[in-house]
């Protein structure tokens, strides 16, 4: 008897199944068929990544052997190629073409592209904080101290990454445009800091010997040691 019942259940859920797999079974194998063409989607998309990011670093690495042979024109048409190019490419690409141009004479078209750079917000901050300061330093020989200061004088933060450049490019502008005063001021800044490395600390010594030498200007208190 127990046989009959247990026959008659398994009919029973059967025929359950037969209905669900009537109503849901064109959407079980849709879901199903979706999942693999997403799967293999995304892995045809990561491999697709993979080789663009491989195309592009190949493209950047012969350029970059370009510019420094000193084929800028040469890397100048691969740069080009990379402007669509995914990941941080297109912006280094950027960077070392302005270098080149400034590399190759050409310090106004150099400096208007390192200004273009420091303003896109699409990049990094930190990139933009490069730019900035890379512009600086064409722009050191070029423009007054209050337009290097404009460029740059926001890095130079206690916290600041490139702070200890930011200083000493702001104290050479200052003493160029023969403010003496706002140069010893960025100088005693960097005698300060604990963190500024050795390179500058011994350039801005010599720049303080130097300015305190032509103005008679006497170090304060603390001041006129390298860290």
Known sequence: MSDIFREVDEDIRHEKYRRLWTRFGAWIIGVAVLIVVGTGGYRGWLYWQETQSQTAGDTFLEAVSLSEAGQYTEAAALYGELDGAIGGYPALAQMRRASDLA????????????????????????????ASLRGAYIAVDLEDYTAIADRIEGLTGDTGAFRAAARELLAVSAWKSGDAETALKWISALEDDTETPQGISQRVTLLASLI???TGAQPEAGEGTSQ
Do not use: C, K, T, Y
């Open 212 to 214: 305190r030498g032509q």
């Open 103 to 130: 590399n190759s004479g050409d310090a106004s078209a150099a400096l208007v592209e390192f200004d273009a750079l420091a303003r896109d917000n699409s990049l990094a901050p930190s990139l933009r904080d490069i």
